[in-house]
C-alpha cells in the first residue's frame, strides 16, 4: 500500500470508527491488513478480532472498505487531494449518521 493511498484509508477509517490516525485500533486494523487488498476484503468478522472494535465500530469500517471499493470500481483515485478527498470523507459520514 503506497503511503498516499494508507493515509487516505487512515483517514478515512478513522472518522467512521470515532478514532484519532494514530489509534491503537487504527494501528491494529493496518498491521492486521498490510496490503490494499486485504484491508479491502476484510469482513466484520475479522475486524471484531480486533481490540475495540465491537459490531458497531466493524459494521460502519465494513461500510467505509465497501464504499472504498465501489468508488475504487467507478475508476475514482482516493489519492485525490483536497476537495475531492474531502467530499468523499464528508459523504462517508453522512451515510454514517443514517446508520
Not at 40 to 49: I, P, R, S, V, W
Not at 86 to 97: A, D, E, I
Request: hydrophobic share 30%; aromatic share 8%.
Amino acid at each position: 500500500m503506497n503511503s498516499q493511498q494508507n493515509e487516505s484509508l487512515k483517514s478515512l477509517l478513522s472518522q467512521s470508527l470515532r478514532e484519532r490516525q494514530d489509534s491503537y485500533t487504527i494501528q491494529r486494523i493496518f498491521e492486521q491488513f498490510p496490503t490494499t487488498s486485504e484491508l479491502l476484503d476484510a469482513t466484520e468478522q475479522q475486524l471484531t478480532e480486533i481490540k475495540g472494535i465491537g459490531k458497531s465500530k466493524a459494521r460502519h469500517g465494513s461500510a467505509t472498505l465497501s464504499w472504498t471499493i465501489k468508488i475504487r470500481a467507478c475508476r475514482m483515485d482516493l489519492s485525490y487531494e483536497g476537495a475531492d478527498l474531502y467530499h468523499v470523507q464528508t459523504t462517508t459520514k453522512n451515510v454514517y449518521s443514517r446508520v
